[in-house]
């Protein structure tokens, strides 16, 4: 099977198609690989996992079509084994996350890793960190953050669990009161985790002090089993993630001491006086984390699907344009290009994006830990909710784009399209539900524009708020104008300050109607999403422009990146033409010339485009498509994944001799 391959390997046996298609590239696909991986030594690190781990036989895919139990117990083999090679590799936290972007079917230790261990470092004292996260790193204690209920999921100041403090025992007595309380959701909670840090309300002498993060053991450490007071289970089976033991939570007058509240910005001290350092949302940074790892998840489900959708259209070929003629390539087809070159364009707009929060979070928490400065908190948390909920939105669609570019082969189990949109999709829910997200950023940019309006200082991603528009003119003239960087950055700068003037007067003129502001709210809250969404592409867009201007890059790749950025930032444009019209962005005319201009560039785009899912650089393992491999042997590969069917053991299966043939006996005696 050609997953079990090197794709550097497959040259002789590729595709004849495909192979064209990698003749027409007009880059080097390595250097735009080591510039995606970060630089040469990266690729190289990547390329040694890879080999280590791939061809590891507990971590190689298998159908993921088995049982409940069989999924989770593989998983667990597979984290299992995972672990075992970072200790034995020693290996570090950019390796590990190398790894698990290799391995990224499965994730059975995922909120461990990408939840639990980040809330320790980031709101436990040195002191916590010292004791808890060495014993996390070896799997000595495996946790989970435990934050949503069966009640509440997104409105966490209706969290019903109470952590109260007792000063005469120096405890915690944490508590389920209600049936809506129990937690629900969680990851890891149900069979794996041994410990939770679980968000819950902290009461003192009767008096609420609010949501806190506290450690509680969940399992014994010698055989694993329930502590007195603990009951957990799983939630039962969910659209994707199987493999993942979300699970619920009851806790009945459990104790822990004073020092297991997370308390890097708020103590209780010993009498039970209650302190903290800051803002309030401090507490919410461990989201914002996960909200930033979005943006990266959401560029892996789509640069993986677009990868496996490109090659498989370019070895495909159904049709002829003209009647006679040879069949074609489905890639021909300008449809088909525009399927998939919007999902490649997004890729890497998605990738620059990630990048790009990823750094801001690292600069902010930094300020936080180092300074207690938390000046920048409110920008990092606007950007991060509306980057993930674009991101995790785009992704979800575009992946079903792709699923569906591949006719019906792409409905197929083992075109692995189906389960990368499934798990893929979660994430619009998981870690703040997008269009409560995009409210959130609305809400900072509606306090950002109101200080615009009073001549106020902005931060960088909301300056565009402070600039005068009122003499802005659209200044496409033709249909090479609108690949400018600066011309399409600026229509779509303007398109969101207007987005975001509308949804303020909306707001405003509620008000002065008399609204009481939760009702002015919630009846300007179309436009409000409509703006967070407006900013959130302009950001994106300009993101891109801006990053490729400061890339260290040879002139073809960024000619070829160039070219996408433009595609892509005018995609958006005809997609939301509406808006763009209404805000006097562009015409009615320049509207056409831009159509024009972003159908031409498929046709510019179209010899680079298998090349450009090539430096993604994904493993045929990490793939697991028999649609997308690198050789493009896309009939082989299925009929031989066919033939490994459960169905096709044996020519003649138990059932038949179970229910057909008696059926067929006893008909046949009425005769
Ligand atoms: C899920 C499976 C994933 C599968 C991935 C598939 C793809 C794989 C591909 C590649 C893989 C690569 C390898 C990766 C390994 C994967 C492992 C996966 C495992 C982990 C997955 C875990 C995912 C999910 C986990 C969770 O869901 S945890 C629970 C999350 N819960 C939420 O997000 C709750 C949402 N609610 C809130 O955030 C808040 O309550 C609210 C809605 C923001 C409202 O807040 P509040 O009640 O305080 O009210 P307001 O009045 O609105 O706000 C008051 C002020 O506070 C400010 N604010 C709010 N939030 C924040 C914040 N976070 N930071 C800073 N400030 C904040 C707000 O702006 C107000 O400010 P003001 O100045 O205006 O007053
Ligand atoms: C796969 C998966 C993994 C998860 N893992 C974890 C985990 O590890 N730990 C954990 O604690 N939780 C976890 N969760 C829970 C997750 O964080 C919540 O489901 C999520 O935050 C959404 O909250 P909710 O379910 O209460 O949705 P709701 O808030 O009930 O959303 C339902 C609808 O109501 C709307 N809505 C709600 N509030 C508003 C509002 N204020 N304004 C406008 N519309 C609103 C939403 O837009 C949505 O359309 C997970 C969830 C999933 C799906």
């Known amino acids: 099977m050609a997953y079990t391959k090197e794709p550097d390997q497959l040259s002789i046996k590729t595709n004849v198609d495909l192979l064209k298609e990698r003749q027409t590239a007009t880059f080097d696909v390595a250097s735009l690989t080591q510039i995606l991986d970060g630089g040469k030594a990266k690729t190289r690190r990547r390329k040694q996992l890879e080999s280590l781990v791939l061809s590891d036989p507990t971590l190689n895919p298998l159908d993921r079509s088995v049982d409940r139990l069989e999924l989770y117990d593989r998983s667990l083999r597979k984290a299992a084994r995972v672990y075992e090679l970072k200790v034995k590799h020693n290996w570090s936290p950019e390796d590990m996350k190398m790894v698990l972007r290799m391995l990224n079917d499965e994730h059975a230790l995922g909120v461990h890793e ?5 809330c320790i470092e980031r709101l436990g004292t040195a002191a916590q960190r010292a004791k808890w996260l060495p014993r996390a790193h070896t799997l000595e204690i495996i946790g989970t953050y435990a934050q949503t209920e069966l ?69 014994s450490l010698e055989d694993h089993t329930l502590l007195p007071g603990i009951e957990t289970g799983d939630i039962g089976p969910k659209m994707g993630v199987p493999y993942t033991d979300n699970g619920y939570l009851i806790l009945k007058n459990v104790r822990i001491p004073r020092d297991h509240m997370l308390a890097g910005f708020a103590k209780v001290s010993a009498d039970g006086q209650f302190s903290k350092v800051g803002s309030d949302q401090v507490n919410y940074l461990t989201m914002v984390y996960v909200r930033a790892k979005i943006v990266d998840w959401a560029f892996n489900g789509v640069s993986e699907a677009v990868t496996i959708a490109t090659r498989y259209s370019a070895a495909r070929r159904q049709g002829s344009m003209k009647p006679g003629d040879p069949e074609v390539q489905i890639m021909d087809y300008m449809t088909q290009q525009y399927k998939l070159f919007p999902a490649l364009a997004a890729a890497y707009a998605l990738f620059f994006a990630k990048e790009q929060i990823m750094k801001e979070y690292v600069r902010v928490t930094k300020e936080i830990q180092e300074d207690s400065n938390f000046k920048s908190l409110p920008e990092l948390h606007s950007q991060a909710a509306c980057l993930k909920s674009f991101s995790s939105d785009s992704s979800s669609h575009l992946i079903e784009v792709c699923r569906r570019a591949c006719g019906g082969h792409g409905y197929l189990i083992s075109a692995n399209l189906s389960t990368i949109g499934v798990d893929n999709v979660s994430v619009v829910t998981a870690e703040g539900e997008n269009t409560v997200m995009f409210l959130q950023t609305a809400r900072y940019l509606m306090k950002s524009f109101a200080k615009s309006t009073m001549g106020q200082p902005l931060p960088a ?27 399409i950055s600026d229509i779509h700068l303007k398109r969101a300050s207007y987005l975001v003037k509308r949804a303020a007067d909306h707001l405003q003129r509620r008000l002065s109607a008399g609204d009481p502001q939760h009702v002015a709210w919630n009846r300007a809250s179309i436009d409000l999403v409509t703006a967070a969404v407006g900013h959130a592409q302009a950001f994106v867009v300009c ?85 997308g491999g690198y050789d493009g042997n896309v009939y082989e590969e299925l009929y031989g994944r066919a033939k490994q069917c459960v169905l096709n053991k044996t020519e003649v299966l138990p059932s038949y001799y179970k229910h057909i043939q008696p059926l067929q006996r006893r008909l046949k005696a009425r005769l």
């Open 114 to 118: 990408v939840m639990f261990i980040p």
């Open 151 to 219: 009640g509440h999921g997104t409105n966490l100041a209706g969290l019903e669990t109470t952590a109260t403090y007792e000063p005469s025992s120096g405890q915690f007595i944490l508590n389920t009161p209600t049936l809506s309380a129990m937690k629900w959701w969680p990851g890891n909670l149900a069979k794996t985790a041994n410990h939770a840090l679980v968000l819950a309300q902290l009461w003192i002498a009767g008096k609420k002090f609010g949501m806190q993060a506290f450690m509680v053991q969940l399992r």
């Open 461 to 487: 991603t909301v300056q565009y708020l402070s600039r005068d528009w009122s003499s802005y003119e659209c200044p496409v003239r033709s249909e090479r104008d609108c690949l400018n960087h600066n011309v």
């Open 543 to 627: 993101n891109f422009c801006t990053s490729l201007s400061q890339l260290d890059a040879d002139t073809q790749i960024l000619e070829v990146l160039s070219t996408l950025c433009s595609f892509y930032g005018l995609h958006l444009i005809i997609k939301h033409s509406g808006e763009f019209l209404e805000a006097g962005s562009i015409s009615g005319n320049q509207l056409e010339l831009i159509r024009r201009q972003e159908q031409a560039l498929l046709a510019v785009i179209r010899p680079n485009a298998v090349a450009l899912c090539d430096a993604f650089d994904y493993h045929d393992v990490t793939l697991n498509s028999a649609l």
